[in-house]
């Protein structure tokens, strides 16, 4: 197959932000995306393009102070 995407979803706040990282080795985590403003209770990040074979990968969003 070809590359692959997941979805994200999280309880979130109207009006803060949020920053999505992701990690291949728990080690090093690169933002895929910064400043999600969410404007609900619920907030939503596609990440598409995963490399096709990739079996491991790990998610982490955080509240942008």
Do not use: C
């Amino acid at each position: 197959g070809g590359p692959a995407s997941v979805e994200l979803k999280w309880t979130s706040v109207a009006g803060k932000k949020y920053t999505v990282e992701s990690s291949t080795n728990l080690v090093s985590w690169p933002a895929l995306q910064a400043d999600i403003t969410a404007t609900g209770t619920e907030t939503s990040y596609t990440h598409t393009n995963i490399p096709a074979g990739e079996t491991v990968r790990f998610y982490q969003v955080m509240e942008q102070r």
